[in-house]
């Protein structure tokens, strides 16, 4: 996933249009926090650091990341992340890729389509019981009439089932969709005092198109988007939960697989840098060069100075 070079980034937008959607529209304490971190993602006031190369002298300035899961730049880190994480957890097993779609009276489309060669359950039955399960959790969280829940009840759910087609490695597929962000920048083209002109996909013919929005309209969209505090997007279950984890580990020894005991984790210039995104910068030029933290800056312009070793 190469994002490239971008000319126009919602900081930008926010920077901007960010006063007038809050006056206008009142957004929630944490839908400001979360447009405010955005507007300041690895520019100088979130703070950061300067590091030089040991060998050729060559100093690079990086600013700290916002880290928010609606982030544009930092959901292409947080996803590479994801990535990399679940392919560590993969077993030497066949893999079914299942997509369970609630009815459009639930406003939800849903597709239907028989499995492969091999199955795991029968969609149909599965069907079935996904419905039964969901409406159980449904009724019990949020009553509903009962003419509703018949209606529901009557309406056939259909389960999606497949194999992965390029095999369980294809995360990436699968990244694309739990760590998608409402905008990217790269769909952004244009933002002046008028507004913003952005491209987009109309689903009714499948073509790229382009809109342009008011700035505070655009951010209204936008903040639509932003998932409730609390709200989780991605659950790992069985045998793919923390809990389990030393099993798992356990269960991919038994298969033959090696699995390092410590995962190092990357931060974001590490994976900016294998997927060369945004503020990738010069690498050492020597093999073997390494870069020395020369100095931290930190909030408020106050410096402090890390000698290397
Ligand atoms: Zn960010």
């Known amino acids: 996933m190469v994002c490239g070079n971008t000319s126009y980034e919602l900081a930008q937008v926010i920077g ?8 206008n529209y009142s ?10 971190a955005i507007q300041h993602c690895r520019i100088s006031s979130l703070g950061g650091h300067i590091d030089q190369c040991d060998v050729c002298g060559y100093i690079r300035i990086s600013y700290n990341s916002c880290r928010n899961r609606h982030c544009p730049k930092c959901q292409n880190t947080h996803r590479e992340a994801w990535i990399e994480n679940r392919k560590l957890d993969l077993l030497p097993v066949p893999y079914f890729h299942v997509v369970f779609t609630v009815p459009d009276k639930l406003n ?32 019990k969280q949020i009553p509903q009439e009962k003419t509703f829940i018949r209606e529901l009840y009557q309406t056939g759910w259909v389960v999606y089932a497949k194999e992965p087609y390029a095999g369980p490695e294809q995360m990436e597929y699968l990244g694309c969709y739990t760590h998608k962000v409402a905008i990217s920048n790269h769909r952004l083209l244009n933002t002046d005092e008028s507004g913003v002109r952005f491209r987009y996909r109309d689903y009714r013919d499948d073509r790229q198109k382009e809109m342009t929005l008011g700035g505070a309209e655009f951010l209204r969209q936008f903040c639509q988007h932003i998932l409730p505090k609390g709200f989780v997007r991605i659950r790992h279950y069985g045998l793919l939960s923390t809990a389990k984890r030393p099993e798992l580990r356990e269960l991919q020894q038994a298969f033959g697989l090696s699995v390092p005991k410590v995962i190092d984790k990357k931060n974001w210039k590490q994976i900016c840098g294998c997927i060369s995104i945004t503020t990738r910068t010069a690498a050492p030029a020597v093999g073997k060069a390494k ?19």
Not at 109 to 123: E, Q
Not at 301 to 309: A, D, K
């Open 16 to 23: 901007r249009f960010g006063d007038t959607f809050i006056e």
């Open 27 to 36: 957004p929630n304490a944490y839908v400001q926090r979360t447009l405010r």
């Open 108 to 139: 939800r489309l849903f597709i239907t389509s028989a499995s492969g060669t091999m199955f795991l359950f029968n969609v149909k039955n599965l069907s079935v019981v996904f419905r039964g399960k969901f409406m159980a959790g449904l009724v």
């Open 291 to 309: 870069w020395l933290q020369l100095e931290c800056i930190w909030l408020a312009g106050h410096h402090l100075t890390v000698y290397p070793q």
